[in-house]
Each structure stands twice: as structure tokens, then as C-alpha cells.
């Protein structure tokens, strides 16, 4: 009886039909290609894991970012969604397996204004017996324009402590110039809006306003007047006096009235942190004696409570971990935590944007390129803005500095963006944009290097061997030296038919260096809309397999060293590629083929019969690899035949049978037309490879 070989080829393709993809593989679950010079895939099992650190996470993980300090001590940071209802996420690092919690803190307060000024003086001195502890570590986010001393103050301050009820903030021209008061003055008010029946046209009225034609102004607050709710930028359409000028409205008033903002009331978010003053702020900037130094005042510090997040962007600024939430608020500021400075929380960068949808850290030069980002307080998705050079205190664009802007001209919003290789790369829901550093005058240049491939989520994208591959609304494709390409992708179906759209924002890519690897981990309907199921791509064999495996966050090969991911299920951190096992539990691998016609005898020889014959199969010769190198050879694999005459027969299942590296053969002994085959492990500690296999066989009837 002649034999025929088993040769696996052409990695995992859920496209095919089962008899179409012969000798391919149809299903996998956690399994690997590995290289071979002779072009036929080695597929094996996948690496396990173990647990990373014994720690509490009280939800799921988001983002994942690993850094080291100057003092060489490696850190690993993550945050969490929301913890069930409460409106509450998780901030941790965990270093040496020590978890500390750095979640920032913050409190809103609507109180009637108070505010003093010095005639000369930028600083303003504002007076808030509601929320109290407001120290030189905290900053506010005034959201409503407040006049006093011929200033207006508005946006983000550090702010300097006076006293428990009393602070004082600096305030600045566009150019972030401190900008004096005109007048001592102790009269604060905030805007107040007109309307006219049956008109769009708002009378805006704020002392010393500063607008001209044109300009935008901004309402943080949602305000009712007339009929009319005002929320949102508007253009400057007149200008009646220094303290009046007028706006439209989308709708028509219904009345003829007057109401101030927020009823009268100044809206203040307090972020509490503890850690070194920004630039400017602090001991001198005040005056002699105030800040605290030689008050006398002892303040107690503020409290406030946990911010709230559903993702997260994390990066590092040298030792300096960076982080922005993402909570559908109008404060998604950048926080910054030093581990060297002693600070239990992490602080807001003052000086930064307010309101960001994401940011990453850009080279050469080293700094923060935010998107999604505002210059007014509402969001516009599609400006990007970036810090000066090395200094993320510095964000106001001028000509001996290298901040800077830029509105991206196409899409309705940016999606995401990293660092890539040799330039920065943004996403809008349409196009790939490159941002090259170009240097002095404009800082960077932008130019669309892709239509048509869009980001389908926040954490679709990453760089990986000098190239970039990302997941689109309905593709996959590729950024190298030949431009954007899509990416040819065998396991479509897997992708993106069972693929939950109202969780688009859940999906992480995860790049696996030390295999070649990049995957995207996939929110599905069939799992309720987490995390659940992966597709992978190996850039060096073009092979792509498939599986049911859930991380919703994700960190390469780094300072602490393989990958590790963070389980949703289980709210656990794992290291991959440290065990051959499921954090000590069996690491269930396998694979199923399609169908593939078994051989026809012609004289002494076989050919293939493409399945006019039925073939009776006596002898299976295993072939595999059972161990790692200068490891026993003990795995314990099994394999089930599943036999057909068509390809839409159910199948009659023959098996399992188990083989090791002592198994010489088995005898299944059925007769077919066509068969497939599962083969897998389940046993711990042990590492397969699977290799050419052959069956002895006999022709036993023409069909």
C-alpha cells in the first residue's frame, strides 16, 4: 500500500470554503507560524503566560505603557474603565510588583464670583469658601468667563495657595504673556446674554471682553435665555462697546429677556495633585509672603473625588509618565506623574489643552502631539496641537518656540495616531496623514499619504519592524517603503462579520516583536461586546491565524521584558511568552484543515484523484517537533479525522487519537472522499511543532 504526504499550507483562511482550502488550515485556536526558508508554514503552538504582578485591579484595563526611570527602576502604569457605576476609573503603576494608585482627583463647584485684583499685577486672587485646600499643587479650569480688574480670566491655571478658602491665579495674553489688571478691583461679574423675540441675535455682555469681529466665543455652560440655549463656539458678529457684543444663535428667542451664565454663578473643576509647581507659578510670582511661605495659614489640602474614564492614552516624557483620559467630558486633560518626585497622584499639566481625545509622544524632538484637541474649551476633532520642544509646559506657538497647531483638512474627526517609523501618523475616519518635523517656522508639515483607509477605532494602529499596519472600517492595511497598501486578509470573515460595532473603541492592536507578530483583539457580538476574539498577521510569512483570546490592553516587548497583556474576565496582568502554559493551567492549542481529497493509485505511483475515488486510510504517520530545545520532548497531542463524500455532509468523526515522539503510527482505518483534520494539545508544560505527515492508504471503490 502506497503512502501520501500531509503538508500544511497557506496559515489560517476562514474565507474558503472547507474544500477549497485544502491542506490550509480553516480554524485555529492559539497557535503561531514560524519561518521557514523553504516556504512552507511551521505552525506551532503559542506561547503562554504567566501572572505579572499580584495585584488588585478593580476593573478592566484599558491602556498599558512600561518606562524606566533615571534611577533604572522599570515601571509598568495601566488604567482602567470605570469601575461598575460610579463614574470612577484607576490610575496604578506597579513597579517591583508594588501597585501604587496615582489616579487624579477632581471636584466642580458653582459658586457666586470673587475675585481681587492689583492694578499692574497679573495675579487675581480668587476667593472660593465652597471647595476649600485649594493648594499651589492643584489647578482649576475656570469654565466660565470672569470679569474683574479689567482682565478676563478663562481656561486652565495652576493655581498658587493664599489660604483654606483663598487662591490666586496668573493671567495670560493669547501668547501666554502675563497680562496685568488695569484696576484694583474687588467687582467680579461673569457674561450675561440679551435676547429679542423673534431674533437669533444674543447681546453678549462681559466687562472688558476683548473680542473682536470675528473671534470665536465660547459657552462651556449650557445657559437657557429667551428660548434660546446657548452650548458651543460662536462667531463674533458685532462689536457694541468694550463690555457688549453680539453673537447668533441656531434658533430664534422666544422672548425678549436677560440671564447671566450658570445663573450668575462661576463654574470652577478643581484638579487636585501634589507634585512640583508649574513654570511661573509659586514662591515670588505673588508677591512677598504670598503662597503660603509667611502666612502663617495652615491649609488643609482638598480632596476630591476620582476621575472618571471608559480608555485611556498612555506614554512616557523621559522618566515622566503621561496620561489623558477619555470620559465624554469637557475636561480630558493630559496628567503627568514623576516617580522620582515622591507624588502619590498624578497632576494636570495646567499649561496643556483641556480637552484632548488622545496623544502620543513624537520624535525627534520630544514632544507631546495631542488630537482631538481644543483652543477654546469645545472640542475640535480635527486640530492637533503640540508642545515645545522637550517641555510639556509650553504650548502657545511663537516665533522662538516650537508649540505649534494644525486643523487637519479632511474627515470629520481624527481617529487615533503614534509616533511612527521616521514621522508622526494621524488617522481621520478617511485618510492616513503624515507629520514630519520640519523644524523652524512651522515645526512639522502635513500631507495626506492615504484615502480611502481610515482608522476603525482609537487603538487600531501600531509600528512595527519599520512598518505600520492598522485595522480600517472594513480592511486591514499596511504603511512601508511602497506606500499604503491594504492587507490581504484570509481571515475576513473572522474580523469582522461577528464584530461588535457599538464597541469599536475597545478593539486593541498588539504587537508581539519577538514573533513577528501584530493582532487585533476584537469586541464581539457573540461575547456581549468585549474583548473575546483575535485576529493575528505574521509580517515576515504573510500568514494570518484566528482565535478566542481577550486582552483589552497591551504592551510589546519592553524595559520588563516579553509582552503583557490585561485579561478583562479575570482583571489579572499577564506576561506572555514566559511559560508554555495558561498562567499554570493548560494552554489549549490546536487547529482544524479544510478538506483535502485523499490519493488515487495509478500503476505504482499516486496522483491526485480530486475525490473520484473512495480511499481507505489504515496507517497515520505523525510528524512533529514534541519539545523545546534542550527540553524533554513530552508533549502529548491528539488528532481527530473528520471523513466526507461532500463537502456538505456532516462529518463522521474518527478519533481522537494521542500520539508523542515515541508514536511511530496509528491505525484509524475509514474510508472517504474527503477529510479534514483537528489536531491539538491540552497537556501542560509542553511545546509542539507540527511538521510533513503521511498516511498509508488504498483505493476502495470508484464513487
Not at 277 to 297: C, Q, V
Amino acid at each position: 500500500m502506497p503512502h501520501a504526504p500531509v503538508q500544511l499550507v497557506d496559515g489560517v483562511n476562514t474565507n474558503r470554503t472547507p474544500a477549497a482550502n485544502q491542506y490550509g488550515l480553516s480554524a485555529s485556536q492559539l497557535i503561531r507560524y514560524m519561518f521557514d526558508n523553504t516556504g512552507a508554514p511551521m505552525c506551532q503552538k503559542l506561547g503562554g503566560c504567566r501572572l505579572f504582578a499580584s495585584v488588585s485591579i478593580p476593573a478592566v484595563i484599558r491602556a498599558l505603557a512600561a518606562w524606566e526611570d533615571t534611577n533604572d527602576v522599570a515601571h509598568l502604569a495601566y488604567g482602567t474603565q470605570n469601575v461598575g457605576s460610579t463614574g470612577q476609573a484607576q490610575l496604578a503603576v506597579i513597579t517591583s510588583g508594588s501597585q501604587q494608585n496615582i489616579t487624579p482627583t477632581s471636584t466642580t463647584d458653582n459658586v457666586t464670583p470673587a475675585a481681587s485684583t492689583t492694578s499692574g499685577s497679573p495675579v487675581v486672587e480668587i476667593t472660593d469658601a465652597t471647595t476649600t485646600g485649594i493648594t499651589s499643587f492643584d489647578a482649576v479650569y475656570i469654565l466660565t468667563h470672569i470679569s474683574v480688574g479689567g482682565i478676563v480670566l478663562f481656561g486652565l491655571y495652576q493655581a498658587t495657595q493664599v489660604s483654606n478658602t483663598i487662591y490666586d491665579v496668573v493671567s495670560v495674553d493669547v501668547l501666554g504673556n502675563p497680562l496685568p489688571a488695569t484696576s484694583t478691583s474687588t467687582t467680579t461679574t461673569v457674561a450675561s446674554f440679551a435676547t429679542t423675540n423673534g431674533s437669533n441675535v444674543i447681546s453678549v455682555t462681559l466687562a472688558n471682553h476683548g473680542y473682536a469681529v470675528g473671534s470665536t466665543y465660547p459657552v462651556l455652560v449650557s445657559t437657557t435665555v429667551g428660548g434660546v440655549t446657548l452650548y458651543g463656539n460662536y462667531i463674533v458678529q458685532s462689536v457694541t462697546s468694550s463690555s457688549v457684543f453680539t453673537i447668533n444663535a441656531a434658533t430664534n428667542a422666544t422672548s425678549s429677556t436677560s440671564g447671566s451664565i450658570n445663573g450668575g454663578n462661576a463654574r470652577y473643576l478643581y484638579s487636585f495633585g501634589i507634585g512640583a509647581n508649574s513654570p511661573g507659578t509659586g514662591y515670588g510670582i505673588g508677591g512677598y509672603g504670598r503662597g503660603g511661605y509667611g502666612t502663617g495659614t495652615n491649609v488643609t489640602p482638598g480632596i476630591g473625588t476620582p476621575i472618571g474614564a471608559t480608555d485611556w492614552t498612555l506614554d512616557n516624557f523621559g522618566e515622566v509618565l503621561l496620561a489623558c483620559p477619555i470620559n465624554g467630558t469637557l475636561f480630558q486633560p493630559i496628567y503627568a506623574w514623576d516617580p522620582l518626585s515622591g507624588s502619590p497622584t498624578a497632576s494636570v499639566i495646567a499649561n496643556a489643552p483641556p480637552l484632548n481625545d488622545g496623544f502620543f509622544v513624537a520624535m525627534p524632538e520630544r514632544q507631546i502631539v495631542a488630537w482631538g484637541s481644543t483652543e477654546t474649551g469645545i472640542q475640535d476633532p480635527l486640530l492637533v496641537r503640540w508642545c515645545d520642544v522637550a517641555s510639556f509646559n509650553n504650548w502657545i506657538g511663537t516665533p522662538i518656540d516650537q508649540a505649534g497647531a494644525f486643523r487637519l483638512t479632511r474627515g470629520s474627526k481624527i481617529v487615533g495616531g503614534i509616533q511612527g517609523p521616521q514621522q508622526g501618523l494621524l488617522w481621520t475616519d478617511l485618510d492616513l496623514w503624515s507629520m514630519q518635523y520640519i523644524n523652524l517656522p512651522d515645526i512639522y508639515g502635513f500631507n495626506i499619504i492615504g484615502t480611502g483607509c481610515g482608522l476603525i477605532s482609537r487603538k487600531a494602529a501600531a509600528s512595527a519592524n519599520g512598518a505600520v499596519y492598522w485595522m480600517g472600517p472594513s480592511q486591514f492595511f499596511s504603511l512601508t517603503s511602497n506606500g499604503v497598501q491594504p492587507l490581504p486578509c484570509p481571515v475576513w470573515d473572522e474580523a469582522f462579520q461577528d464584530l461588535d460595532t457599538s464597541n469599536l473603541s475597545k478593539i486593541r492592536v498588539a504587537v508581539n516583536s519577538r514573533f513577528n507578530e501584530v493582532a487585533w483583539y476584537l469586541p464581539t457580538l457573540s461575547s456581549g461586546g468585549e474583548v473575546a476574539a483575535y485576529v493575528k498577521y505574521n509580517y515576515v510569512t504573510g500568514f494570518w491565524d484566528v482565535g478566542a483570546l481577550a486582552r483589552s490592553a497591551w504592551v510589546d516587548q519592553s524595559v520588563l521584558g516579553p509582552p503583557i497583556g490585561a485579561d478583562p474576565n479575570v482583571l489579572s496582568l499577564f506576561q506572555h511568552e514566559v511559560s508554555e502554559d495558561a498562567n499554570g493551567q493548560p494552554l489549549v492549542s490546536s487547529f482544524t484543515t479544510g478538506y483535502f481529497t485523499l490519493a488515487d493509485v495509478t500503476g505504482s505511483t499516486y496522483q491526485s484523484s480530486d475525490a473520484d475515488v473512495k480511499v481507505f486510510v489504515d496507517q497515520f504517520w505523525p510528524d512533529a517537533i514534541f519539545g523545546q530545545l534542550g527540553s524533554p520532548a513530552n508533549a502529548t497531542l491528539s488528532i481527530t479525522f473528520n471523513v466526507v463524500d461532500y463537502p456538505g455532509d456532516a462529518p463522521v468523526s474518527y478519533g481522537p487519537y494521542t500520539f508523542t515522539q515515541s508514536t511511530q503510527y496509528f491505525t484509524p482505518r475509514f474510508r472517504g472522499r474527503l477529510v479534514s483534520m483537528t489536531i491539538g494539545s491540552a497537556d501542560v508544560g509542553s511545546f509542539w511543532r507540527m511538521g510533513r505527515m503521511r498516511y498509508r492508504f488504498a483505493p476502495a471503490g470508484k464513487y
